[in-house]
């Protein structure tokens, strides 16, 4: 008798929600947009008739002491998230919601929302028994100015995935935003989620500062480290938490696989990745070059890591002995380089758990202060990077001049590093991270490398391996490292060289297997470059000769005197 009354009162309910609905999507029709501002709001409207309940979807049950006639039809404006109530839990006055989207979203997202994820895992991450004494985790999550469906997507997916037993705390971090959306709503949706807590920052803080704030007001044993922007694989927390139960130096990531920002669509990464940075202190994942049998340990051991990404797990403790994020990189942008080196270098160590996926939203991130940018690198170089700093200097010709006039304040750090006994940097060079090609940069020989005939610098062709001349940047990305092996190594990570294949000239792996046709010899008085194995000069063609081709515009030709065969390596900058 209760469960038919129970069913009559849903049902009731469902046909109240679903007058509201016709109502509001008679107003929304009128309703002008402007307060969409979210790159990933969805276009869909309700359409006259909202058709019924499983129209919806799914995104997430939510336990919330709101009553049925408390509905927040106000969310339809922004977002076009609903809230329905499914049940009334016995003896209590919590009902519990489902959050939804309609369906058509669901359409243009490719699956969308709180999608579980598509398994990604090796299946010999299936299986896996944690302990149940794993330790405690706070998950932290900063935002400024984030999608309201986004964020929210964020939120649900840790709650959904996170097992209860180890995820102590969730702490949202506001760092001033200034959206509506952010503001009073938030803040309500939030007071109703068991074990999230909203933080508010009074002043923009930055990615550091922000996760600093939330480390402050954490109490978990563990510290995990999320954008604002992802979705979580299942399973995904106990393998970190389980990594850095064994060693409580070790800081650990997930696998970061991608959504794609226009289609939503996810992929998954190939394991082994690894996180890197180049000269120009850009932080990517990179795939590591060894292929991996499926039937092997390595599929599902953890690996070290050079650097990590945004998201990661590391003991409370720990990131506090060890400086937290360092409160002089404002903004975006070079923290977490500096945390990377500085936990290497400091008595840490890093790694990627490839059982643990966490999927990151391919942000197109907002303009943003580009000289912040460099002044965050300039600190992690002179912080860090001892006599290797005139490296990235040479490159990052802006970064130059800025420091000529401001030096960054960096005693506290180097007090920090004095009392915790850093290693230096040769040293993460040659154990950590070997890989990086360490650049000769002798003068007259290495720099932007300039064609007197036609007037410009050797570029990469975007996207292609083919070479170009383009206009000189002076920002890096065409720097060439003229080596003492007879290489010339390319860009700002230098682990491509100038190769060539027929008559064109190309960029390949450097690599010793075909060492050969990787070396060059530069004749400084005639300012020819030739490539030993074909004995032929590099020849620049005149804009237009290859018109959409593909091809680049450096071949190689028989040898001789034309100023289209004469270059020069140009440092802008002597550091
Ligand atoms: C909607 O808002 C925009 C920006 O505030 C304004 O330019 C536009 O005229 C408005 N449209 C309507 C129909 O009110
Ligand atoms: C640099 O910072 C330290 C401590 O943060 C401060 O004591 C010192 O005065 C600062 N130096 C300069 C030159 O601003």
């Not at 039937?295 to 403790?317: F, K, M, N, Q, T």
Request: hydrophobic content about 35%; proline content about 5%.
């Amino acid at each position: 008798m209760g469960q038919l009354r129970r069913m009559l009162c849903l049902w009731l309910l469902l046909l109240g929600f679903t007058l509201v609905l016709l109502i509001v999507s008679d107003l929304f029709h009128r309703e002008n947009e402007s307060s969409l501002q979210d790159f990933d709001s969805p276009r869909h409207r309700f359409r006259g008739n909202p058709g019924p309940p499983d129209d919806l979807e799914l995104i997430g049950d939510a336990t919330l002491e709101l009553l049925p006639e408390l509905v927040p039809i106000s969310s339809l404006k922004e977002d076009q998230l609903l809230f329905v109530a499914s049940t009334q839990e016995t003896e209590s006055k919590k009902w519990s919601y489902r959050v939804l989207l309609p369906a058509a979203r669901k359409a243009e997202e490719e699956g969308a929302p709180d999608r579980s994820l598509p398994e990604a895992r090796h299946p010999k991450c299936l299986g896996d028994q944690y302990s149940e004494s794993l330790p405690s985790a706070s998950v932290i999550i900063c935002f400024h100015d984030e999608g309201w469906s986004t964020l929210l997507r964020t939120l649900h997916s840790v709650l959904n995935t996170a097992p209860r037993a180890f995820l102590l705390e969730l702490l949202l971090v506001d760092d001033h935003s200034t959206h509506d959306h952010l503001k009073t709503r938030l803040s309500e949706y939030t007071s109703h989620l068991d074990g999230v807590r909203l933080i508010r920052s009074d002043k923009r803080l930055g990615v550091g500062g922000c996760r600093n704030l939330g480390a402050s007001e954490a109490s978990g044993e563990v510290l995990v480290f999320m954008d604002s922007h992802c979705e979580c694989q299942k399973g995904w927390l106990e393998p970190l938490l389980e990594r850095v139960a064994q060693d409580r130096t070790r800081v650990v990531s997930p696998i970061m696989d991608v959504i794609h920002r226009e289609t939503f669509q996810y992929s998954a990464t190939q394991w082994p990745v690894w996180g890197v940075f180049n000269w120009n202190l850009e932080f990517s994942w990179e795939s590591k070059p060894q292929v991996l049998d499926d039937e092997s340990d390595l599929a599902v051991e953890a690996a070290l890591s050079p650097a990590l990404g945004g998201v990661l797990a590391i003991d409370r403790h720990f990131f506090h002995n060890v400086g937290a994020f360092d409160p002089g990189i404002l903004l975006r942008g070079g923290e977490q380089i500096e945390l990377s080196i500085r936990v290497w270098l400091c008595g840490g160590s890093m790694e990627v758990v490839p059982c643990s996926r966490v999927a990151h939203l391919d942000h197109s991130l907002p303009s943003q202060d580009h000289e912040q940018l460099e002044r965050n690198k300039i600190r992690v170089a002179d912080t860090w990077l001892d006599n290797y700093r005139s490296i990235f200097y040479r490159r990052d010709t802006l970064a130059h001049f800025i420091r000529q006039s401001e030096r960054p304040n960096i005693t506290e750090r180097l007090q920090l590093m004095k009392k915790l006994g850093c290693r230096d940097f040769h040293w993460y060079l040659t154990t950590v991270y070997p890989q990086l090609y360490v650049p000769q940069d002798r003068p007259e020989l290495s720099g932007e490398m300039y064609n007197v005939a036609v007037g410009g610098c050797v570029d990469r062709l975007p996207g292609r391996d083919a070479m170009i001349l383009a206009p000189c940047t002076g920002t890096g990305s065409q720097h060439c490292d003229f080596n003492s092996d007879g290489e010339v190594r390319w860009g700002p990570a230098g682990a491509l060289c100038l190769d060539a294949v027929g008559e064109q000239v190309v960029l390949s792996e450097c690599q010793r297997a075909i060492g050969e046709r990787l070396q060059w010899t530069y004749i400084k008085s005639s300012g020819q470059l030739l490539h030993r194995l074909s004995q032929l000069c590099v020849e620049a063609l005149k804009d237009g000769q290859h018109p959409g081709s593909g091809a680049g515009d450096l071949v190689l030709r028989s040898c001789t005197h034309h100023p289209a065969q004469q270059w020069h390596f140009e440092q802008l900058v002597s550091p």
